[in-house]
Structures are given as structure tokens and as C-alpha cells.
């Protein structure tokens, strides 16, 4: 059974960072694409970190946030800096089975719980 567990989620200053940690387990298969996805509320959930075959930012995080992999501890992370407010959202990673990176969330069949970020002004 594959399970990502997400933590790292807090409530922080405009300009401050935070470090996101999603754990996998289950899933021993060496192809795979890791995803950062967040949600604000009222929103559409967005694809904005993507590691696999390639690195992917969205345009909105881009030069701010890091994701990176540990493959020894199975974890995925998401270092974020720079903070704003319009990056309050829930946070979920997501694996999707081949080297292929998507945008899209459907193309994910895993998913985290979640981890709440709150950004104030």
C-alpha cells in the first residue's frame, strides 16, 4: 500500500520559508515523478514543483521554491522561501508512476493528506 504523509505546514510572516517533507512508503519502484501541488480555497488544485524525468516550476514559485529528493529516507521535500501571501494554500505531494512529469493532478494516483501553509501580510 503506498502512503505519503506530508508534514512541515505552519502559519508564517510574509518574506519567511518553510521546508515541506512528504514520506513515501510502499512504492519500491525506482521510476516515478514526484509532485508539490497546492490548493488555496475557492481555487483549483496546482502543480507547482514537479521531479521525475525533468524539474518542473510553475511560474508563480519559480527562483523561490526547491524541491529535492533523499532517496535513503524516501522523502521528498519542498524548501520554500520568500514567502507571500498569495502562497497560503494546502499543500499535497503526489506520485505518479513513470519518469513522465504531468501538471495535471489527475494523472497522480497518490496523494498526502495535506499540510496547511498560511502566509500573513
Known amino acids: 500500500q503506498v502512503q505519503l504523509v506530508e508534514s512541515g505546514g505552519a502559519s508564517v510572516q510574509a518574506g519567511g520559508s518553510l521546508r515541506l517533507s512528504c514520506v513515501v512508503s510502499g512504492y519500491t519502484y525506482s521510476s516515478r515523478c514526484m509532485g508539490w501541488f497546492r490548493q488555496a480555497s475557492g481555487k483549483e488544485r496546482e502543480g507547482i514543483a514537479l521531479?521525475?524525468?525533468?524539474?518542473y516550476y510553475a511560474d508563480s514559485v519559480k527562483g523561490r521554491f526547491t524541491i529535492s529528493q533523499d532517496n535513503a529516507k524516501n522523502t521528498v521535500y519542498l524548501q520554500m522561501s520568500s514567502l507571500k501571501p498569495e502562497d497560503t494554500a494546502t499543500y499535497f505531494c503526489?506520485?505518479?508512476?513513470?519518469?513522465?512529469?504531468?501538471?495535471?493532478?489527475?494523472?497522480?494516483?497518490?496523494w498526502g493528506q495535506g499540510t496547511q501553509v498560511t502566509v500573513s501580510s
Open positions: 503526489a506520485l505518479k508512476a513513470t519518469w513522465y512529469c504531468s501538471k495535471r493532478a489527475s494523472d497522480y494516483a497518490y
Open positions: 521531479s521525475g524525468g525533468t524539474t
